[in-house]
């Protein structure tokens, strides 16, 4: 099987900067290249970072929300973002270390659900309580 070349790493990195919080922008991006769904940027030092990634530490729900409808691959973070406990408790269950994990720029997990807000009060409480 042939593989599709490597997409131009300055659309990536302007897919996964937009995503901190400029959803038109990776509306638009993704509109024209659909496989940066789930393309990842390295900020450095390994680093990397998806839009979905973007999205979930800065409490972006609505682009996260919109990368998920599109393919994006969830994860713990996004998941505790937007309050989906269910989702946070099943891998922590599987895989209790995740309790410990970073996310991008090594933002920890507990941060992501607290950038949810309100809709993510259920997993503040349930981190804090592990």
């Not at 996004?78 to 099943?90: D, F, T």
């Amino acid at each position: 099987m042939e593989r599709p070349p490597a997409l131009d790493p300055e659309i990536v990195r302007d897919f996964v900067a937009n995503a901190h919080g400029n959803l038109e922008r990776v509306q638009k991006r993704l509109q024209q290249e659909p496989m940066l769904i789930n393309a990842a940027w390295d900020w450095g030092g390994g680093d990397w970072e998806t839009g979905l990634g973007a999205a979930a530490h800065m409490g972006r729900k609505d682009i996260a929300r919109y990368l998920l409808a599109n393919g994006a691959r969830m994860d713990i973070f996004a998941a505790a973002m937007l309050g989906y406990l269910e989702i946070v408790q099943a891998i922590i269950q599987a895989v209790p270390e995740a309790r410990q994990a970073r996310g991008p720029h090594g933002i920890p997990l507990l941060a992501h659900a607290q950038a949810g807000g309100e809709d993510a009060t259920a997993v503040v409480e349930f981190l804090q309580a592990l």
